[in-house]
T-cell receptor, first 115, second 116 residues
Framework: DTGVSQDPRHKITKRGQNVTFRCDPI?????LYWYRQTLGQGPEFLTY????????KSRLLSDRFSAERPKGSFSTLEIQRTEQGDSAMYLC?????????????FGPGTRLTVT | AQSVAQPEDQVNVAEGNPLTVKCTYS??????LFWYVQYPNRGLQFLLK??????LVKGSYGFEAEFNKSQTSFHLKKPSALVSDSALYFC??????????????FGSGTRLLVRP
């Protein structure tokens, strides 16, 4: 069990640039989630996928944000025209839907700094 | 609307003493409740969950939590704290209703500091 992996771990970008993050879930997990965590706060939900279908998006996910999960495996989160307010830790999680499992397993996160 | 409150920003305890980290929640249906721990520059690590059944649930590293429906609480406990337990702890809730979202709603976190 290799766990959830995220790449890159850190990203520094200038305001107005586009950035893309990747998440590889635990193999055979069919749900994948993206959260954002700012300093001193708990994670906030952004969006989630079941297989390749994006089933829910938060109001936090403005039109500058887009997420994909082609073929139901890894996922990417792209932020266009980054703003300083986008600086945060972006966390990916995955879960397996069974009658007895409900928890989500988190990756190490990608820390984005927008200068 | 779903919400989680962690009323203490920080909990200080001496090593070997029992610890409690408080959590209260609000959901429309029955809750699924979770505790996660976060070490510096790391993601969240799952500790334990309450889904149904026995109100006292046991998890990783000697932690346990007690579900109290009347008080809408899910406090995290450990009989004897270790210095290595020092970390940031998050409580999270999900509504159990079939048509509800699968997203987790997190509290703002409680920093646990265990002094030697």
């Amino acid at each position: 069990d290799t766990g959830v992996s995220q790449d890159p771990r850190h990203k520094i970008t200038k305001r107005g640039q586009n950035v893309t993050f990747r998440c590889d879930p635990i193999s055979e997990h069919n749900r994948l989630y993206w959260y954002r965590q700012t300093l001193g706060q708990g994670p906030e939900f952004l969006t989630y996928f079941q297989n390749e279908a994006q089933l829910e998006k938060s109001r936090l996910l403005s039109d500058r944000f887009s997420a994909e999960r082609p073929k139901g495996s890894f996922s990417t989160l792209e932020i266009q025209r980054t703003e300083q307010g986008d600086s945060a830790m972006y966390l990916c999680a995955s879960s397996l839907v069974t009658p007895s499992t409900y928890e989500q397993y988190f990756g190490p996160g990608t820390r984005l700094t927008v200068t | 609307a779903q919400s989680v409150a962690q009323p203490e920003d920080q909990v200080n305890v001496a090593e070997g003493n029992p610890l409690t980290v408080k959590c209260t929640y609000s959901v429309s249906g029955n809750p699924y409740l979770f505790w996660y721990v976060q070490y510096p520059n790391r993601g969240l690590q799952f500790l334990l969950k309450y889904i149904t059944g026995d109100n006292l649930v046991k998890g990783s590293y000697g932690f346990e939590a007690e579900f109290n429906k009347s008080q809408t609480s899910f406090h995290l406990k450990k009989p004897s704290a270790l210095v290595s337990d020092s970390a940031l702890y998050f409580c999270a809730v999900r509504d159990s209703r079939m048509d509800s979202s699968y997203k987790l709603i997190f509290g703002s976190g409680t920093r646990l500091l265990v002094r030697p």
